[in-house]
């Protein structure tokens, strides 16, 4: 059995107090609640309030980026070494929106996944398709080349704790979700690729979470597939009733 990983992506919204609030009335709504891991990735602002509020709960804290260098001249970069010293070892790599609007690449993808692993993080490695791409009939070899790629050079060792969220792109912030058996037909293309790459008893432990317009009303379905180890939540994460409703599916 895996254990379900629920995080969310708070993109970049919420300040500081935001946070706070947010933490007040989330984390009695989820006390106890050890069934699924919890995850909560704010923007890197709003780290130092997210844990403070978090300390001592069942709730770990999360970046949305990290880069692959120990440290330079990297303007607007954050290192590991700058997250780990807040105690922070788990971030999401690789999303679609960096993807989209701020010029990540595979190759990018690859590197910060590497320097994050290698430094103990708990990664979480987002994968997808945009619509022109399923239309045509190409999401198979799409997830395939981005897993490809994202994990090139990287040992099944050194993966032990990567973590891969599927997100089609047609369905994030659009309230367009993937069927559960769409979702579950991509994952298996995914743990397949991973099994290549990593091996099968690697795949067969690898969480894959979904992403992409999940709410309280359609969580229930889309977990009960086998192939889904959890979700990766944006704007219904805002919330701490919505999120409480879908941590709590
Ligand atoms: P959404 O975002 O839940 O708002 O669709 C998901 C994500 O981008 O991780």
Redesign the pocket.
């Known amino acids: 059995m895996r254990k379900k990983v629920m995080a969310a992506?708070w993109?970049m919204y919420k300040t500081p107090d935001q946070s706070r609030d947010f933490f007040r009335d989330f984390l009695p709504l989820v006390a106890g609640h050890t069934r699924d891991e919890i995850v909560v990735c704010p923007s890197f602002l709003n780290i130092p309030a997210a844990l403070d509020a978090a300390k001592g709960s069942n709730v770990a804290i999360g970046a949305q980026n990290v880069h692959w260098k120990e440290e330079g001249a990297f303007t607007g970069e954050t290192s590991v070494g700058q997250l780990l010293a807040w105690g922070v070892n788990n971030v999401?790599i690789g999303?679609?929106?960096r993807r989209q609007y701020f010029g990540e690449t595979d190759d990018t993808v690859n590197l910060r996944l590497k320097t994050a692993l290698e430094a103990g993080f708990t990664p979480i490695c987002?994968v997808g398709e945009v619509l022109e791409e399923r239309e045509a009939g190409m999401t198979d070899d799409i997830l395939r080349r981005q897993c490809v790629r994202a994990f090139h050079a990287i040992s099944a060792k050194k993966a032990a704790k990567l973590v891969v969220?599927y997100?089609p792109v047609w369905?994030?912030?659009?309230?367009k979700t993937a069927t559960p058996e769409i979702a579950a037909e991509a994952h298996a293309v995914i743990r397949k690729e991973a099994t290549e790459i990593f091996g099968e008893d690697f795949a067969n432990q690898l969480r894959i979470l979904y992403?992409?317009?999940?709410?309280p009303d359609n969580v229930s379905s889309l977990m009960a597939q086998e192939e889904i180890d959890g979700a990766?939540?944006?704007?219904?994460?805002l919330d701490p009733k919505s999120f409480t409703a879908i941590v709590k599916y």
Do not use: D, R
Not at 211 to 215: I, L, W
């Open positions: 992506n993109k999401i999303h679609s929106e987002c969220a997100e369905a994030i912030g659009t309230g992403g992409g317009s999940v709410k990766l939540v944006g704007g219904a994460s």
